[in-house]
């Protein structure tokens, strides 16, 4: 049973009585497992790419609506940053995990490094556009805006399915040994 406490201000659930996770034959519970495995440094890989996309989306629509923080030489520094770091993840994935993958459990791989190709072009438009002759005409802010958008719901959905398909499989298919190499 558990007893509801109030501490700093937030409410917490403290057990009335030791709570037993099950454990593996190496004695360590699948939670923490779960926290500890190597695998846990791509969803902070995401989560950061995930507020560049959100920061660089926020700046062209700050330009699209002609507000504070729109600033054309900033977003394209967010999107050179973001391109880079996202192209290293990208390279880690393709060339490490999935193939690892890959040998374990069969189509799977080709699907994540498809859609990887597909937010390059999605990038390569982008720059495109940032570098295109029409940034004085009325849609072009518009424009840019409408392209951070799609390429923001593009990876996003993408690190989702990874997160929710492809890391499970990972922490099932390899040892926490085999994890850290």
Same mark, same amino acid.
């Given at each position: ?10 409410? =917490? ?9 099950? &454990? ?12 500890? !495995?190597? $695998? ?5 890989? +995401?989560?950061?790419?995930? =507020?560049?996309?959100?920061?660089? /989306? ?8 002609? =507000?504070?923080?729109?600033? $054309? ?15 290293? +993840? ?5 060339? &490490? ?7 374990? &459990?069969?189509? &799977?791989?080709?699907?994540? !490094?498809?859609? /990887? ?28 805006? !409408? ?10 959905? +993408?690190? !989702? ?21």
């Amino acid at each position: 049973m558990a007893t509801p406490g109030i501490q700093n201000g937030g409410v =917490t659930v403290m057990a009335a009585e030791p709570v037993v996770a099950p &454990v593996d034959q190496n004695g360590h519970s699948a939670a923490a497992l779960r926290l500890s !495995s190597p $695998i846990r440094i791509f969803l902070f890989f +995401h989560k950061a790419i995930r =507020t560049e996309l959100d920061g660089l /989306h926020r700046t062209a629509l700050a330009l699209a609506t002609n =507000t504070s923080g729109g600033d $054309i030489k900033q977003l394209m520094e967010k999107c050179h940053f973001l391109r880079s770091i996202y192209k290293h +993840h990208c390279n880690a994935e393709d060339e &490490v995990i999935f193939p690892a993958l890959d040998i374990r &459990v069969k189509n &799977v791989a080709r699907t994540y !490094s498809l859609e /990887h190709e597909g937010e390059s072009v999605l990038f390569d438009q982008l720059f495109t556009l940032l570098r295109s002759d029409m940034k004085n005409e009325e849609s072009y802010k518009r424009e840019l805006a !409408s392209c951070t958008g799609a390429l923001q719901t593009s990876i996003s959905q +993408h690190m !989702s399915k990874e997160e929710e398909q492809v890391f499970p499989l990972l922490r099932e298919k390899f040892s926490f040994e085999e994890q850290h190499h």
